[in-house]
């Protein structure tokens, strides 16, 4: 077994060395022999021939595709129907032709989201106000409330904390000035939870 494996080895040797002999050989006596070829051709259309098996196609030009027509691996391109891809120039002056299209108004579209806008501004403001009395929100003292009016509760005290003067203006003509008593902690309630927070008392004035 052992003398069988180091002829084995010994041939691989051999094998790898004649095939890097092989690549450093001049092939230049190949080179005349081809010219010889083309030399004694008595026609051009013979030549053109025997120069596209010896070197190949010269000019060529790659296809894709994008789309997979089937996922059928046994399929074969002869079955499948021709698809149609539009080539763009690459450059990068091209621009698609475009058709001039008439102006469409969209005044009566632009009044009807006005309208729901301003119809919902008034819906929010009189849910906020079920709240106040005499102008005044103290967290301490609300029911249980809307998500909602939490949610615009909180945006409210968190916006006038960034301002110096505490005070924040809201989408409904109203100007709001909190007054946060961090030593009083209060429970908010609302109907989809509970919220631990300092107690605020919320100032409403118009402007």
Known sequence: ????????????????????HQNFRSRKKDYLHLA????????????????SV??????????F????????????????????????PRTNRYREKTKPGAIIGNQAKKETLRKLYLQQITEEKQLIEKYMINGRIQISELPVIEPYVRKMLLTWIGKSMASKEQKVKTDYGMAVRVILHKERRVVLQAEDGALEMPDAELLFSEG
């Open 65 to 88: 595709s994008e789309g997979v027509p089937t996922e059928d691996i046994y399929s074969d391109i002869w079955d499948e129907k021709p698809q149609e891809i539009a080539i763009k």
């Open 1 to 20: 077994m052992q003398t069988n494996e180091m002829i084995r080895r010994i041939t691989r040797y051999v094998q790898r060395v004649g095939e890097r």
């Open 36 to 51: 010889k070829w083309f030399t004694d051709m008595e026609e051009i259309q013979e030549a053109h021939k025997l120069s």
């Open 54 to 63: 010896v070197f190949g196609t010269l000019e060529t030009r790659h296809l």
